[in-house]
């Protein structure tokens, strides 16, 4: 933002930009607004996330192995187990694994079909959809 503020002002009156556009830019630029804007943006662009971790699933089932002893003993470890046990908290951390692993290929159909064939996943029942198409004045039955 500064840099094009400074050319703003350095910039040669053989450029042909009229002195109101340029006013008008320099307003903008100034604004308080937009410097926030400009510096919330610098901040955003400069943090680079990234995973601490990619193998979360074996770190999940160390846990579980953990909590088997405890979980007849204290409630709140056999709710924990539970969770981690829960079909979505599992896809939840595979996903994980494969975004911090950066895996993002995609299998072939037929893999994709075998596996969910063999999936311990309750498979959702398939729905068809029809419509009805009615004239005004006319009987659905005929």
């Given amino acids: 933002m500064q840099q094009v503020l400074d050319n703003l002002r350095d910039l040669p009156p053989t450029t042909g930009a009229k002195d109101i556009d340029l006013l008008f830019l320099r307003g903008i630029i100034e604004s308080p607004i937009v410097r926030s804007l400009a510096k919330a943006h610098e901040r955003l662009a400069d943090v680079k996330l990234e995973a601490v971790r990619d193998n ?80 005004a004045g006319e009987p659905l039955v005929s």
Avoid at 58 to 87: M, Y
Avoid at 92 to 103: G, P, R, S
């Fill in 56 to 135: 979360n699933q074996q770190l999940v089932s160390e846990i579980l192995d953990f909590l088997t002893g405890l979980s007849s003993r204290d409630a709140s470890a056999e709710e924990l187990a539970n969770i981690l046990q829960e079909p979505h908290f599992k896809s939840l951390i595979e996903a994980h694994d494969k975004v911090a692993a950066k895996c993002y290929e995609m299998l072939p159909s037929e893999v994709n079909s075998n596996a969910m064939a063999t999936s311990p996943l309750v498979l959702a029942d398939a729905v068809r959809m029809i419509g009805i198409q009615k004239k």
